[in-house]
Each structure stands twice: as structure tokens, then as C-alpha cells.
């Protein structure tokens, strides 16, 4: 987790140096890009990737959990690890929806940007500054949340979900990239 806590610190530098950059994101394929909120995935997608990791190991072990067996993987997530996830989810999402009206606040006021009549760019600019940090603070508190609240094997299996997802995002964007580029 050290190594999250690292990525959004060097982050957060860079948007106080310049937002709008992480904004087009040019590191990013146009698929990756296509999903991003606020410059970053959406913190919701966790519950997403742990409800579907969930899921297909449940179904995987059903027989085992009939006859009481317990796996101990992401597929047996207990009773009050599902009920502290779905809390979790709806503490998340009200954040969400709080950050995008604040997003969509600062955007109502783009026409005084592009109309040159915009008094105080700076401040705007460091409002924008202010919404990154906030999804960004969310993205990092949501997946540490979600990390605490499983066992070590459930934690290890939820961050290799994880960097399947991005990376296979991350491979799929490519190849759709290069195929665009050849038509």
C-alpha cells in the first residue's frame, strides 16, 4: 500500500503544478482515457471488481461451501465483511456525487474562461486543483478501506484483481489504438 500512497502523493505535486495536464492524460491510451473520473478511475469500480471477484469464486466453490468448507479467498467473504462493503459503497458513492457537483459548479463557470472575462484564473485553476485532490483523497481512502476490511488472502487476491483490471484496460486500449491506426 506504501507504494499507493506514493503514486497519489507525487500526483496530487503534479496537479498543483498543472491540473489541466492530467486532465488529457497523453500517457494514457484513448480506452483508458474513455474511463477516467477526475482525472483517475472511479472509486466505485472497486466495489464493482470485489462483488465480481466475489462472484465467480462462489460459484467456483459452491459444492465446498454447501458442505461447510471454508476457502478463506474473496469467495468467502463473511456476512459483516459483505455488510461492511456495501456501507463502505454508499459512503463512497455519496462522495462521488458530492465531488461531481462540485466539478460541475467549477464548470459552470468555463464560459468566463473561454469569454476572456474571467478576473481570477489563478483561483479557478487552484479550484480545480481542490476537486482533483478530493477524488483523488476518495480513490486512495476507498481502496484502503477495502484492503483493511479483508483478510491477507482476500486483500492479496482483491490486488491482483486489480492490476489485472488496469492492466488488461491498459492492453486492450493499446490494441484498439494500433487497429484504429491502420483503418
Same mark, same amino acid.
Given at each position: 500500500?506504501?507504494?499507493?500512497?506514493?503514486?497519489? &502523493?507525487? $500526483?496530487?505535486?503534479?496537479? $498543483?503544478?498543472?491540473?489541466?495536464?492530467?486532465?488529457? #492524460?497523453?500517457?494514457?491510451?484513448?480506452?483508458? /482515457?474513455?474511463?477516467?473520473?477526475?482525472?483517475?478511475? /472511479?472509486?466505485?469500480?472497486?466495489?464493482?471488481?470485489?462483488?465480481?471477484?466475489? =462472484? %465467480? @469464486?462462489?460459484? =467456483?466453490?459452491? %459444492?465446498?461451501? @454447501?458442505?461447510?468448507? &471454508?476457502?478463506?479467498?474473496?469467495?468467502?467473504?463473511?456476512?459483516?465483511?459483505?455488510? /461492511?462493503?456495501?456501507?463502505?459503497?454508499?459512503?463512497?458513492?455519496?462522495?462521488?456525487?458530492? %465531488?461531481?457537483?462540485?466539478?460541475s459548479k467549477w464548470?459552470?463557470?468555463?464560459?468566463? %474562461?473561454?469569454?476572456?472575462?474571467?478576473?481570477?484564473?489563478?483561483? $479557478?485553476i487552484q479550484r480545480?486543483?481542490?476537486?482533483?485532490? $478530493? #477524488?483523488?483523497?476518495? !480513490?486512495? !481512502?476507498?481502496?484502503?478501506?477495502?484492503?483493511?476490511?479483508?483478510?491477507? +488472502?482476500?486483500?492479496?487476491?482483491?490486488?491482483? #484483481?486489480?492490476?489485472? @483490471?488496469?492492466?488488461?484496460?491498459?492492453?486492450?486500449?493499446?490494441? +484498439?489504438? &494500433? +487497429? &484504429? /491506426? !491502420?483503418?
Amino acid at each position: 500500500m506504501t507504494h499507493y500512497d506514493e503514486y497519489y &502523493r507525487v $500526483k496530487s505535486l503534479a496537479a $498543483k503544478n498543472d491540473v489541466l495536464s492530467l486532465f488529457s #492524460a497523453p500517457w494514457l491510451n484513448f480506452l483508458e /482515457r474513455s474511463l477516467h473520473w477526475i482525472v483517475g478511475w /472511479r472509486p466505485t469500480t472497486l466495489f464493482h471488481l470485489v462483488y465480481t471477484e466475489s =462472484s %465467480i @469464486l462462489f460459484e =467456483s466453490h459452491v %459444492i465446498d461451501i @454447501l458442505r461447510g468448507v &471454508r476457502t478463506g479467498d474473496l469467495g468467502d467473504l463473511s456476512p459483516s465483511q459483505l455488510g /461492511r462493503v456495501s456501507e463502505l459503497q454508499c459512503e463512497t458513492v455519496r462522495e462521488e456525487n458530492a %465531488i461531481n457537483d462540485e466539478l460541475s459548479k467549477w464548470q459552470e463557470g468555463v464560459s468566463e %474562461i473561454v469569454g476572456r472575462t474571467c478576473v481570477d484564473l489563478d483561483e $479557478k485553476i487552484q479550484r480545480m486543483v481542490s476537486i482533483v485532490e $478530493k #477524488a483523488e483523497d476518495l !480513490r486512495l !481512502r476507498t481502496f484502503k478501506e477495502l484492503v483493511q476490511l479483508l483478510t491477507p +488472502q482476500q486483500a492479496t487476491e482483491f490486488l491482483v #484483481a486489480a492490476a489485472e @483490471l488496469q492492466f488488461g484496460v491498459h492492453w486492450w486500449g493499446l490494441n +484498439q489504438d &494500433r +487497429q &484504429r /491506426r !491502420r483503418l
